[in-house]
């Protein structure tokens, strides 16, 4: 059984609309990654938080964006949401500051539809 | 071109065979190499985790890396059902060492 748990597992929403996905990670785990996986295709990485402050971004606008807080837990908010933006948003935490070490443990995701 | 390709298959065999899945990458800043295991409706599990070139053996599970020719491999032997499952490739280059640049999957079939 995964240490990272995600909520919602599915969501529907309007496009313009503004999302919030949520993550548990793994105790004693200070990195969380968030990614976005389209049908069909790997996970693409959105951005990484290290003790609260974003440490690493990927090819994503800013209306992603994200909080990290103490307690491992963290946010994945979208704004003005496109219909592109429907795909599997997955977390994962890390016991490091970065994947190589420790590798990532990853959530079942959330399954987000953009209509 | 995509840093990482990965073809998607399907790939369809019957228990017992060995599969063979394999990845191309175009970074030579890439120097750690995974694998992982997706299943329908879950996260991605991490199967392997190579950092240099050569073989690592896990049980059925065997991890290849050839740097020299940008190509990864990973080999399922004596395959069951379970292992039905979309396989994922990913890489970490140096200087990105938080970031994993993942394949598409190929849909692996275990057919009983």
């Known amino acids: ?115 | 071109q995509k840093e990482v390709e990965q073809d998607p298959g399907p790939l369809s065999v019957p228990e017992g065979a060995i599969v063979s899945l394999n990845c191309t990458y175009s970074n030579s800043a890439f120097q750690y190499f995974m694998w992982y295991r997706q299943y329908s409706r879950k996260g991605p599990e991490l199967l392997m985790y190579t950092y240099s070139s050569g073989n690592k053996e896990d049980g059925r599970f065997t991890a290849q890396v050839d740097k020299s020719s940008k190509y990864i491999s990973l080999f399922i032997r004596d395959s069951q059902p379970s292992d039905s499952a979309t396989y994922l490739c990913a890489m970490i280059s140096a200087d990105n060492d938080y970031k994993l640049s993942f394949g598409a999957g190929t849909t692996v079939t275990v057919r009983a």
């Open chain 1, 1 to 115: 059984e995964t240490g990272v748990t995600q909520s919602p597992t599915h969501l529907i929403k309007t496009r313009g609309q503004q999302v919030t996905l949520r993550c548990s990670s793994q105790s004693g785990h200070n990195t969380v990654s968030w990614y976005q996986q389209a049908l069909g295709q790997g996970p693409q990485f959105i951005f990484q938080y290290y003790r609260e402050e974003e440490n690493g971004r990927g090819n994503f606008p800013p209306r992603f964006s994200g909080l990290q807080f103490p307690n491992y837990s963290s946010e994945l908010n979208v704004n003005a949401l496109e219909l592109d933006d429907s795909a599997l948003y997955l977390c994962a935490s890390s016991g490091g500051t970065g994947a190589n070490l420790y590798g990532y443990t990853f959530g079942s995701g959330t399954r987000l539809t953009v209509v």
